[in-house]
């Protein structure tokens, strides 16, 4: 007899794919629940940006993403998929979010987990990037998870790693699983992307979510517009089909939904804007603002966020808000991400399961 | 001992001279110029069939490291690695370490060469250690054996002091050459802004960090009416603030490098840190500027800004990776690939900035092939193909871009002096 908390998973062969069956008892109906899934996901080593991937792969990993939200948000949290995997999180920058999430993602589908804290690492001794991923790679780590200040390190590393590279971050240039999580929780909401209106608004330039998020929501049918003074919203953006403006109250009542990326403190120092105060009034997320927008606008945001300065207090705990269900959403995707990269992987190890 | 090399396209780019010939060399010196040359007994005979056959090459921007990281290059190994691509002269910058800034490192560059294949020119700083605040005993520096005057690797930002090295430079007759980068504007940037830098999160150098200082520099040389060589152009504005100052009576020369006429800055996404140099890989427009520019004769020289860096050092994050690519071995094919055979240049014009001019500005008295000149001679196939690979590239150093490419333009001897350096089993 099943009970809740013990979980049956089975494989089955069917067509040359795997199908790995889940089956738990409800805890509220006490009735039984079958998942299944099909192990051929991602025919990738990598997941690098969003660029590389396709259409498909997008819509793929949004919708089993919806089955794992399903699975981790009930009282049994965890499923075997990835027993005897090892994930190592390598952060080259300060992360909370990104890297707890992709830690509970690991965790609920049962892989060994490896942080590498790099402060208490070989590389405050001078180690390399290479050699650091090397000497994981000897352990015998399957995936590798980083986060690095210079744009293009995931490439440079899976160019030169047998191990799966999972893109957590990359300078200015992508945050994937950010994008990822971003426009499944859109869909969660809105049902599709198509002709959806979405403004995305700060420091374009200096953003890596924005980059990602652009590629994501264009590829689903958005039209995405970028908002922010013109030096942190370059021209050169235009390169992705989307379009620029200068001020937040012209396109603020024609969105669907609004991204409000943090603002970084040490931009004004560079002159990019003039004050934290100026700022504020041109381009903050106020509640005066958010009232002369749709009733139905998602406010987004992938946080850390400064209350009060790109986005106000009261409108970050609003019901437009879906900044905490994003984080929840996180770790679906990063789920759904993981599973499907290890498609492919040898399922002889995994049916003794 | 004599050499006749027979059955050669002999190409002189000063005299115009495209024809069948055979060449004649006696000694350290050309003898003779002529078709059908008798071969005597106890001359070296080089068949040179199908072969193109020209003044030695002249590289005026090269870094051999030494001294100072003799672990990436040195003199005499930079040399061997040149004669290998098809050069008789090459100029060493002086961003070693210590820095070319007295006249003892000017002899010992001299007296190490020496006994390396080839004739090396050392080019001395402009400033005391490379610091920007005052100018050097150039005179000093010239009586040594210095060529020419340059910072290379970073730009003299102070105007009074440019304007104080191209005034004291003229009573030498030797070129101020500059590395013309506005390093406030480039702000730490990694490669060209635009839309590429834009796609990969990379920070930009905008072309304008090139072209203001071009634009004052050759403002400061009208003024002084001094000597002014641009180093490694590489945006298409820049050519056209030099047509301005030539176009004024300006004395100014300037130089491209081949990547600048070979790739773009969308090589950055597959070759990363190999395709990271300084001033960067620009667009398409910059591209085909560096062509006609070179067609027009605006630009005068093709330089290779040969710069070794270590494996290690470029396997890094692409922001943290050095700049620079090395550039001797892949001059030639580059040369014969892009701008003879894609783009329709006659031998001479292709040729003309790599032998006559860059001995003209420097004051060399080579890169010409005449009855009396220095037998200084480049063989060239350029019909045979070569594969860029690990065994191709002789350099210690493998950082290029061009790695698995496959090329037209084959070096088949280089001749340094009357004696073959490369070539012939050498």
């Given at each position: 007899m099943l009970q809740d908390g013990v979980v049956l998973s089975i494989f089955l062969r069917e067509r040359g794919h795997a199908i790995f069956l889940i089956i738990y008892v409800d805890s509220l109906s006490g009735a039984p629940i079958t998942y299944g899934f099909k192990?051929?996901?991602?025919?990738?080593k990598d997941l690098l940006d969003?660029?590389?991937?396709?259409t498909e792969e997008i819509s793929l990993i949004c919708q089993s993403a919806r089955y794992f939200k399903d699975l981790f948000t009930r009282?049994?949290?965890?499923?075997?998929?990835?027993?005897g995997k090892t994930v190592c999180t390598l952060f080259y920058e300060p992360s909370t979010r990104t890297r707890i999430s992709f830690e509970l993602a690991a965790k609920r589908l049962s892989a060994d987990m490896i942080n590498v804290a790099v402060a208490t690492s070989s590389v405050v001794k001078g180690e390399s990037l290479i050699d650091t991923v090397h000497t994981m790679e000897a352990m015998k780590a399957d995936y590798i998870v980083m986060r690095h200040a210079a744009s293009l390190a995931p490439h440079f590393l899976s160019k030169n790693i047998e191990a799966s590279v999972i893109n957590a971050g990359d300078g200015f240039h992508a945050h994937p699983t950010q994008a990822l999580l971003d426009t499944y929780s859109i869909l969660e909401k809105k049902?599709?992307?198509?002709?959806l209106r979405i403004g995305i608004v700060g420091?374009?330039?200096?953003s890596r979510v924005a980059r990602s998020d652009i590629e994501a929501f264009k590829r689903l049918g958005a039209r995405v517009v970028l908002c922010g003074p013109p030096t942190l919203v370059p021209?050169?953006?235009?390169i992705y089909d989307v379009d620029i403006s200068y001020n937040l109250d012209e396109i603020?009542?024609?969105?669907d939904v609004v991204n409000m990326l943090r603002i970084q403190r040490e931009r004004q120092k560079g002159s990019l804007f003039p004050s934290l105060r100026e700022y504020h009034q041109q381009y903050a997320l106020t509640e005066d603002r958010l009232g002369r927008c749709r009733s139905d606008i998602i406010v987004m945001h992938p946080g850390p966020i400064n209350r009060g300065i790109e986005i106000d207090h009261r409108v970050a705990d609003s019901?437009?808000?879906?900044i905490n269900e994003q984080v929840t959403n996180g770790v679906a995707v990063r789920m759904s991400i993981f599973y499907l990269l290890a498609g492919?992987?040898?399922?002889e190890e995994m049916e003794k399961v | 001992m004599a050499i006749i090399i027979k059955n050669g396209r002999v190409i002189d780019p000063a005299s115009g001279l495209d024809a069948m010939m055979d060449v004649h060399i006696t000694g350290e010196i050309v003898s003779r110029i002529a078709p059908d040359i008798p071969v005597e007994s106890g001359c070296e005979l080089i068949d040179a069939k199908g072969c193109i056959v020209l003044p030695g090459l002249i590289d005026m921007h090269v870094h051999f490291r030494e001294p100072g990281s003799e672990d990436k290059e040195t003199i005499i190994g930079g040399s061997i690695v040149a004669a290998k691509g098809g050069f008789t002269s090459v100029c060493t910058m002086?961003?070693?370490?210590?820095?070319?800034?007295n006249q003892a490192l000017v002899r010992f560059i001299k007296l190490e060469a020496e006994k390396g294949p080839i004739n090396v020119f050392p080019i001395a700083n402009i400033t005391k250690g490379a610091r920007g605040e005052e100018i050097t005993e150039m005179g000093e520096l010239v009586k040594g054996g210095a060529v020419g005057f340059s910072d290379d690797?970073?730009?003299?930002?102070?105007s009074i002091l440019m304007r104080r090295a191209l005034e004291y430079a003229r009573m030498f007759d030797v070129p101020i050459i500059t590395h013309s980068e506005d390093t406030l504007l480039s702000d730490?940037?990694?490669?060209?802004?635009?839309v590429t830098s834009t796609l990969l999160g990379l920070k930009g150098i905008p072309r304008e960090a090139e072209e203001v200082m071009i634009a004052r520099d050759v403002l400061l040389a009208r003024l002084t009416r001094g000597r002014l060589h641009i180093a490694h152009v590489s945006s298409g504005g820049s050519i056209e603030i030099i047509r301005w100052a030539k176009s004024r009576g300006v004395q100014v020369t300037c130089e491209t490098a081949p990547h600048y006429f070979a790739l773009?800055?969308?090589a950055v996404e597959e070759h990363l840190s190999m395709a990271k140099m300084n001033p960067p890989l620009r667009t398409e427009d910059d591209r085909t500027a560096m062509i006609e520019g070179l067609r027009s004769g605006v630009i005068d020289v093709i330089a290779t800004d040969h710069a070794p860096h270590l494996l290690n050092e470029k396997m890094q994050e692409l922001e943290y990776a050095p700049f620079g690519i090395i550039g001797l071995e892949t001059a030639v094919p580059l040369v014969v690939s892009?701008?003879?055979?894609?783009?329709?240049?006659t031998l001479c014009d292709a040729f003309r900035p790599l032998t006559v001019n860059p001995s003209n500005i420097l004051g060399l008295g080579r890169g010409e092939l005449k009855?009396?000149?220095?037998?200084d001679i480049t063989i060239i196939d350029p019909e045979k193909k070569i594969l860029v690979d690990d065994s191709f590239i002789?350099?210690?150093?493998?950082?290029?871009?061009?790695?698995?490419m496959e090329l037209y333009g084959s070096v088949e001897y280089t001749i340094c002096s009357g004696k073959v350096v490369y070539g012939g089993g050498i």
């Open positions: 192990m051929n996901g991602l025919k990738r969003i660029q590389s991937l396709t009282s049994v949290k965890t499923v075997p998929i990835l027993r049902g599709t992307l198509n002709g420091d374009i330039k200096h021209d050169e953006f235009k603020l009542p024609e969105l019901p437009n808000s879906i492919g992987t040898p399922l | 002086p961003n070693t370490t210590p820095v070319i800034d690797g970073k730009p003299v930002l102070s730490d940037g990694i490669i060209n802004e635009g773009t800055d969308v892009v701008l003879v055979k894609r783009n329709g240049f009855s009396g000149a220095a037998a002789i350099s210690r150093c493998k950082n290029t871009p061009f790695m698995g």
